[in-house]
C-alpha cells in the first residue's frame, strides 16, 4: 500500500474514534448526568404550579376548552414526599388485579396508586415490582383523575382534588366495581363507577344527579398527570413522552418539548385517545369512541420540576332540575403487551390504539414481524430460539435473491486475478481501467451491484428486528442460555475482565465504558463477519481493501452495546451467508482460500 492510503487509511480510523468517543463524552454523558439531575430536582423541589396547564371551564351549552392557568389544582405544594407517607394522607379504596395492585385515593377520587404485579424491575425474582402510578406531592407523583367542570359563569361547587368521596366498598377487583358517591350541598349529586377488568383497563362512569331548582351546565374530563420529568433513554428510535392518536393522526411531544410549547390543544375529535408513554409503560385515555371531545398536551411549572398533563374534556351538558347527565371514560395504564393493546383496539374501537407501541418509520415491517416472532415463540417457547428461526425463515425469503448476488459474487471472485491485471496495465489511466473492467464483467455476465442488494433488502429488516428487540415489552428479560438473561439488554460479559473472572467492571470506564463491555457474542459476531468478508471479492483499490479488513473489528466494538437479541441475530444471519456462499462457490468450481488454509491448517495440527 502507498503511503497516501496508508495515511488516508489511519486519519480515516482516527476520525471515526474520536467521533464514536466523543460523542459519548460531550453529549451521552452530559445528557444522562442532566437526565440525574432533573430526576433529583423533580424529587425534592416543590411543583409551584397551583393550577391545571390543560382545563378550563366550558361556555354554557359549550365544550369544555383546553387552556392554561385553570382553576382547580391537582399539584400539591411543598417538600416531595416518599410514596408510603403520601399515600396515608388519604383513606383508601385497595385495587387487586391479577395484574395491577394499587388503590384508590378517596381524597380526590383519584387513581393514583398502582404497580405492575406480573413485572420486576431486573431480572432478579426477587426484586422490586414495576410502580407506575404515584400521589400527588410523592416521589415520581403520576396520576389519572376525573370529574366534571362548570360553564363558565356560573358558581356551581363540583368535587375537586380536596373533595372526600364516600365509597361503596373497600376493594375494587375485576368484576366487583366500586361506586364513590359526594354530593355538593347544592343539589347536585356527584356519583362515580370505576370498574377494571384482569389486565390494565379501567372503565370510569361519572354521573351527576340535579335535584335542585335551576339547570347546570356541565362538561366531563378526564386527565392524567405526571410531577417531575422521568429517567428517558433519550434515543431518536423511540418516542417517551406525550402521545394520542387525536385530529385524525398519531401526535407525539416529547417532555422537553412540552416544556417549550406549555400548552397544544386538539379541539373537535371523533375518536382516538391520549396519554403519556415509556418505552415499556403508558398511561391513557380513552374517551367514548362515538361522541366528540376536545383534548389537550400541556407541562406547567419550572423547567427543573414541570409537571406533564394531557386531558380529554367532553361537550358539555345542561341538566335540568330532576334530570341527570352520565359520561363513560376508559383508563389504560400498564405494561404495553402486543396482545392486550391489540384487544383494547378492537373491543373498544380505539382508533389506531396499537400506536402506543412505537413500531417506527418501518411499520409496515416492524409489526408483520413481531407477528411473525410471537407465532414462532408460542411453538419453541424461547425467543431466542425465535430469533434464530426467524433468521432461517428470512434467508429463505430471501434465497432467489442472495443467490444471484452470491453467484455473481463468486464469479467477480473467480476472475480477480484478472482485476488486478487490469488494474495494474491501466494504473495510470482510470477511465481506460473502467472501460477494460465493464469489458470483462461483460464477458463473465457478473453484475458489479448484485452483492448490494441483499445488504439493501436487510436493512429494513435489521432496523425492524432492532425496534422489535427494543420496545417490545416481550422481549424485556426474555431469556436465551447460558449468561444471556435478557436479550433486550447488550451481552453482560466482556473479554477486558476475562468474561467475569477479574473484580473488574469496564462499563464503570469513563468515557470508554460502552465501548469495553465486548462480550462473548459480539465477538462471535465479528469473527462470523470477518469470514463472510474473506469469502468475497477484495477491493482492487488498496484503501478500500485496507478499510474493509477493519470493518468487522470496528462492528464489533460497535454493537457491543446493542441488544443480545439483535447480535445473535447478526452472527447467525452471517453464519447461514458464509454457508450459502461457500455452496454457491464450489457449484461455481470457485477457490475458496478461507477455507483451503482452515482445512490445511487443521491437517497440519
Known amino acids: 500500500m502507498k503511503s497516501d492510503d496508508n495515511r488516508n487509511l489511519l486519519l480515516a480510523i482516527t476520525l471515526s474514534v474520536i467521533v464514536m468517543v466523543g460523542w459519548n463524552y460531550f453529549f451521552g454523558m452530559p445528557k444522562l448526568e442532566q437526565q440525574r439531575q432533573q430526576q433529583t430536582q423533580s424529587q425534592t423541589a416543590a411543583p409551584g404550579q397551583p393550577g391545571s396547564a390543560v382545563l378550563q371551564p366550558p361556555t354554557a351549552g359549550g365544550t369544555a376548552a383546553p387552556a392554561p392557568a385553570a382553576p382547580g389544582s391537582t399539584v400539591a405544594t411543598g417538600v416531595k414526599l416518599p410514596r408510603e407517607q403520601a399515600l396515608a394522607l388519604s383513606p383508601r379504596v385497595k385495587i387487586e388485579s391479577p395484574s395491577l395492585s394499587g388503590s384508590i385515593a378517596l381524597i380526590g377520587g383519584r387513581?393514583?396508586?398502582?404497580?405492575?404485579?406480573?413485572?420486576?424491575?431486573?431480572?432478579?425474582?426477587?426484586?422490586?415490582?414495576?410502580?407506575?402510578?404515584?400521589?400527588?406531592?410523592?416521589?415520581?407523583?403520576y396520576f389519572a383523575d376525573f370529574g366534571w367542570l362548570a360553564a363558565a359563569g356560573q358558581n356551581v361547587a363540583v368535587p375537586g382534588p380536596e373533595t372526600l368521596w364516600q365509597a361503596s366498598g373497600d376493594t375494587l377487583r375485576p368484576g366487583n366495581s366500586v361506586t364513590l358517591t359526594h354530593d355538593n350541598g347544592q343539589g347536585l349529586v356527584f356519583t362515580r363507577v370505576i370498574a377494571m377488568d384482569d389486565k390494565f383497563l379501567f372503565t370510569v362512569t361519572d354521573s351527576v344527579k340535579n335535584t335542585g331548582t335551576s339547570p347546570v351546565a356541565l362538561s366531563s374530563y378526564g386527565r392524567i398527570t405526571r410531577q417531575g420529568t422521568p429517567t428517558v433513554l433519550g434515543f431518536y428510535i423511540l418516542h417517551e413522552g406525550l402521545i394520542g392518536y387525536l385530529d385524525e393522526k398519531l401526535q407525539e411531544m416529547s417532555f422537553a418539548d412540552a416544556v417549550k410549547a406549555k400548552t397544544k390543544t386538539f379541539a373537535k375529535n371523533s375518536g382516538g385517545w391520549l396519554g403519556i408513554t415509556e418505552k415499556y409503560w403508558a398511561s391513557a385515555l380513552i374517551p367514548a369512541q362515538d361522541k366528540p371531545f376536545s383534548a389537550a398536551f400541556g407541562a406547567s411549572g419550572a423547567a427543573t420540576s414541570p409537571t406533564y398533563e394531557t386531558a380529554a374534556i367532553n361537550e358539555a351538558a345542561t341538566v335540568a332540575p330532576g334530570g341527570e347527565a352520565s359520561t363513560t371514560m376508559r383508563l389504560f395504564a400498564g405494561a404495553k403487551e402486543f396482545a392486550v393493546i391489540n384487544t383494547y383496539e378492537a373491543s373498544l374501537k380505539a382508533k389506531n390504539f396499537d400506536l402506543m407501541i412505537d413500531w417506527g418509520w418501518f411499520y409496515f415491517i416492524t409489526k408483520p414481524l413481531f407477528h411473525l416472532m410471537e407465532w414462532v415463540f408460542h411453538l419453541v417457547g424461547n425467543f431466542g430460539i425465535t430469533i434464530l428461526i426467524v433468521t432461517v425463515l428470512i434467508k429463505l425469503a430471501l434465497f432467489p435473491l442472495a443467490n444471484k448476488s452470491y453467484e455473481s459474487m463468486a464469479?467477480?471472485?473467480?476472475?480477480?486475478?484478472?482485476?488486478?491485471?487490469?488494474?495494474?496495465?491501466?494504473?495510470?489511466?482510470?477511465?481506460?481501467?473502467?472501460?477494460?473492467?465493464?469489458?470483462l464483467y461483460k464477458k463473465e455476465k457478473i453484475n458489479p451491484l448484485a452483492g448490494c442488494l441483499p445488504v439493501l433488502v436487510q436493512i429494513p429488516i435489521f432496523f425492524a428486528l432492532y425496534k422489535v428487540l427494543f420496545v417490545t415489552i416481550e422481549m424485556r428479560h426474555a431469556p436465551f442460555f447460558g449468561w444471556i438473561k435478557d436479550l433486550a439488554a447488550p451481552d453482560p460479559t466482556s473479554i477486558f475482565n476475562l468474561f467475569g473472572l477479574l473484580p473488574f467492571n469496564p462499563g464503570a470506564v469513563p468515557v470508554f465504558g460502552p465501548f469495553l463491555m465486548l462480550g462473548i457474542w459480539p465477538i462471535i459476531m465479528g469473527i462470523t463477519m470477518w469470514v463472510q468478508m474473506k469469502m468475497n471479492p477484495e477491493p482492487t483499490d488498496p484503501v478500500q481493501k485496507a478499510v474493509f479488513a477493519w470493518m468487522?473489528?470496528?462492528?464489533?466494538?460497535?454493537?457491543?452495546?446493542?441488544?443480545?437479541?439483535?447480535?445473535?441475530?447478526?452472527?447467525?444471519?452471517?453464519?447461514?451467508?458464509?454457508?450459502?456462499?461457500?455452496a454457491i462457490m464450489k457449484k461455481l468450481g470457485t477457490k475458496v482460500e478461507l477455507w483451503d488454509n482452515l482445512k490445511s491448517t487443521f491437517k497440519r495440527g
Open 552 to 582: 468487522p473489528l470496528l462492528f464489533t466494538f460497535m454493537l457491543a452495546s446493542f441488544p443480545a437479541g439483535l447480535v445473535i441475530y447478526w452472527a447467525w444471519n452471517n453464519t447461514l451467508s458464509v454457508l450459502q456462499q461457500y
Open 111 to 141: 387513581i393514583d396508586d398502582l404497580s405492575l404485579v406480573r413485572y420486576r424491575e431486573t431480572v432478579d425474582p426477587k426484586s422490586n415490582t414495576i410502580v407506575l402510578f404515584a400521589p400527588s406531592g410523592a416521589v415520581n407523583g
Open 411 to 439: 464469479r467477480m471472485k473467480h476472475v480477480q486475478p484478472e482485476m488486478l491485471a487490469i488494474r495494474d496495465r491501466y494504473a495510470d489511466d482510470k477511465m481506460k481501467q473502467q472501460q477494460a473492467m465493464m469489458e
